[in-house]
């Protein structure tokens, strides 16, 4: 190798590490529930090379801030409409999602059994589909819905031990078994919870695995866990995450309202 062109390796080399760590830090600040600065650093992050994860980290950092503005709000659609950040972090969301997107249907079309871009392109979908359908409150998505239940179907059929994607495959379970009417939960495959809060369990506890990709199934538990009103095992659930996140105000404040309680 000559020297120059050692150079070229070491200074491509480097600003792939710098890359790696800006967007190991935007994951940090997600986690820890800093949803604002998140979105903010991964906008400075490159997608030229195609990195999927990054629109999977914007669509999902600009879903929270919406969920964050939208919280405790009984007319969501009153509430959205009037709240000027959403809408425009909305039309930001739609840009991340369809770029994402893009990326991910282009690498199917030419490799259709392609790990990476089956489970992003299912993540993005329900990315989508959680926002529209959870947060909005809209009747709708169910393109979305579908593109990622084949997607993620096909992703666990050759890597059943994907742990993110038993982990979106879990929330697509539990969604169509409690948020959708018998007869339609049916139309879309049908759902359940049960099986949905075992997978979750099990994906919490994995001991293997990135740190962040373990995380986000146990957020996910303590999500499940608080929807079903099981309070017990979300508070462990919840101090499980506060010794990983300890900056992240909604675990400590969840914490705090249950400690408040037994103590009365």
């Given at each position: 190798?000559?020297?120059?062109?050692?150079?070229?390796?070491?200074?491509?080399?480097?600003?792939?590490?710098?890359?790696?760590?800006?967007?190991?830090?935007?994951?940090?600040?997600?986690?820890?529930?800093?949803?604002?600065?998140?979105?903010?650093?991964?906008?400075?992050?490159?997608?030229?090379?195609?990195?999927?994860?990054?629109?999977?980290?914007?669509?999902?950092?600009?879903?929270?801030?919406?969920?964050?503005?939208?919280?405790?709000?009984?007319?969501r659609?009153?509430?959205?409409?009037?709240?000027?950040?959403?809408?425009?972090?909305?039309?930001q969301?739609?840009?991340?999602?369809?770029?994402?997107?893009?990326?991910?249907?282009?690498i199917?079309?030419?490799?259709?059994?392609?790990?990476?871009?089956l489970?992003?392109?299912?993540?993005?979908?329900?990315?989508?589909?959680?926002?529209?359908?959870?947060?909005?409150?809209?009747?709708?998505?169910?393109?979305?819905?579908?593109?990622?239940?084949?997607s993620?179907?096909?992703?666990?059929?050759?890597?059943?031990?994907?742990?993110?994607?038993?982990?979106?495959?879990?929330?697509?379970e539990?969604?169509?078994?409690?948020?959708?009417?018998?007869?339609?939960?049916?139309?879309?495959?049908?759902?359940?919870?049960?099986?949905?809060?075992?997978?979750?369990?099990?994906?919490?506890?994995?001991?293997?695995?990135?740190?962040?990709?373990?995380?986000?199934?146990?957020?996910?538990?303590?999500?499940?866990?608080v929807?079903?009103?099981?309070?017990?095992?979300?508070?462990?659930?919840?101090?499980?995450?506060?010794?990983?996140?300890?900056?992240?105000?909604?675990?400590?404040?969840?914490?705090?309202?249950?400690?408040?309680?037994?103590?009365?």
């Open positions: 190798m000559t020297p120059r062109l050692l150079l070229l390796v070491l200074v491509f080399s480097a600003a792939e590490a710098r890359a790696a760590d800006q967007f190991a830090d935007a994951q940090a600040l997600l986690y820890d529930g800093r949803y604002g600065e998140a979105s903010a650093l991964a906008q400075t992050l490159s997608t030229d090379d195609g990195m999927m994860g990054i629109y999977e980290l914007r669509t999902s950092a600009l879903h929270f801030q919406i969920r964050a503005a939208l919280e405790g709000e009984r007319n659609a009153k509430a959205f409409n009037s709240c000027v950040t959403c809408r425009d972090q909305m039309e969301f739609m840009r991340e999602l369809n770029s994402g997107q893009t990326v991910a249907r282009a199917l079309k030419e490799h259709p059994r392609d790990e990476s871009a489970y992003f392109l299912g993540k993005l979908d329900l990315n989508y589909v959680w926002l529209v359908l959870g947060t909005l409150g809209r009747k709708t998505g169910w393109n979305e819905f579908w593109e990622a239940r084949h993620l179907d096909q992703l666990l059929a050759d890597h059943p031990d994907h742990l993110r994607g038993r982990v979106a495959h879990a929330w697509i539990y969604i169509v078994d409690t948020r959708m009417p018998w007869g339609t939960a049916w139309m879309l495959g049908g759902g359940n919870k049960r099986k949905a809060l075992a997978t979750m369990k099990d994906a919490a506890s994995e001991e293997h695995g990135e740190f962040y990709d373990r995380a986000e199934a146990m957020f996910g538990l303590w999500e499940m866990q929807r079903e009103g099981n309070a017990g095992a979300a508070l462990v659930t919840a101090r499980r995450l506060a010794s990983n996140f300890p900056a992240n105000r909604g675990v400590a404040r969840f914490i705090d309202r249950y400690d408040d309680k037994a103590a009365r």
